[in-house]
T-cell receptor, first 116, second 114 residues
Framework: AQTVTQSQPEMSVQEAETVTLSCTYDTSESDYYLFWYKQPPSRQMILVIRQEAYKQQNATENRFSVNFQKAAKSFSLKISDSQLGDAAMYFCAYRSAAGANSKLTFGKGITLSVRP | DAGVTQSPTHLIKTRGQQVTLRCSPKSGHDTVSWYQQALGQGPQFIFQYYEEEERQRGNFPDRFSGHQFPNYSSELNVNALLLGDSALYLC?????????????FGSGTRLTVV
């Protein structure tokens, strides 16, 4: 079974600064997908960024980028130029590529606060 | 274009009762998955429905059951409620043949069991 570990329960960043959220995972599969989701107080899970395991290039979406280290099974999220609206819970998630609709396995999440 | 709609948004039930939660998927989606998110935890997969059949199931007891209707909407039923069933229940929809493009989540139903 796959597991996802987020060991930092809380992090804080100054507005306009950069912050990195950590995530490690464990799997015996070679083909899979990794995600970072944002959950604001509205409770809806919002996809921030996605990484395919077969791609060596790290994914980037505007101010959000990842550092994917497949051998180390590490998948961290970097948020640049942090904004007040980035404050939320962030979840790292794993999904097997075996099957188009395989389930998501989530970590426990990190609460990110942004100081003005 | 409506996203995923869940009802009700909040619900309070007494231990031992039964509850039904509802989910309408995003337009164009035919697959519905349910997740349970306890306070301070990440979501855990309950089950998934496609073509009105349960396709996958997580490690949840038989007290948790579901249904999918011909219009792709879905219900989650929980019998004999326990205090530990208090959680946020999230519904996520996807297109079965394009599931790898990702899920769309609803805002959830907050269930409190007293």
């Amino acid at each position: 079974a796959q597991t996802v570990t987020q060991s930092q329960p809380e992090m804080s960043v100054q507005e306009a600064e950069t912050v990195t959220l950590s995530c490690t995972y464990d799997t015996s599969e070679s083909d899979y997908y990794l995600f970072w989701y944002k959950q604001p107080p509205s409770r809806q899970m919002i996809l921030v960024i996605r990484q395919e395991a077969y791609k060596q290039q790290n994914a980037t979406e505007n101010r959000f980028s990842v550092n994917f280290q497949k051998a180390a099974k590490s998948f961290s999220l970097k948020i640049s130029d942090s904004q007040l609206g980035d404050a939320a819970m962030y979840f790292c998630a794993y999904r097997s590529a075996a099957g188009a609709n395989s389930k998501l396995t989530f970590g426990k999440g990190i609460t990110l606060s942004v100081r003005p | 274009d409506a996203g995923v709609t869940q009802s009700p948004t909040h619900l309070i039930k007494t231990r031992g009762q039964q509850v039904t939660l509802r989910c309408s998927p995003k337009s164009g989606h035919d697959t519905v998955s349910w997740y349970q998110q306890a306070l301070g935890q990440g979501p855990q997969f309950i089950f998934q429905y496609y073509e009105e059949e349960e396709r996958q199931r997580g490690n949840f007891p038989d007290r948790f059951s579901g249904h999918q209707f011909p219009n792709y909407s879905s219900e989650l039923n929980v019998n004999a409620l326990l205090l530990g069933d208090s959680a946020l229940y999230l519904c996520a929809s996807s297109a079965w043949d394009r599931g790898l493009y990702g899920y769309t989540f609803g805002s959830g139903t907050r269930l409190t069991v007293v």
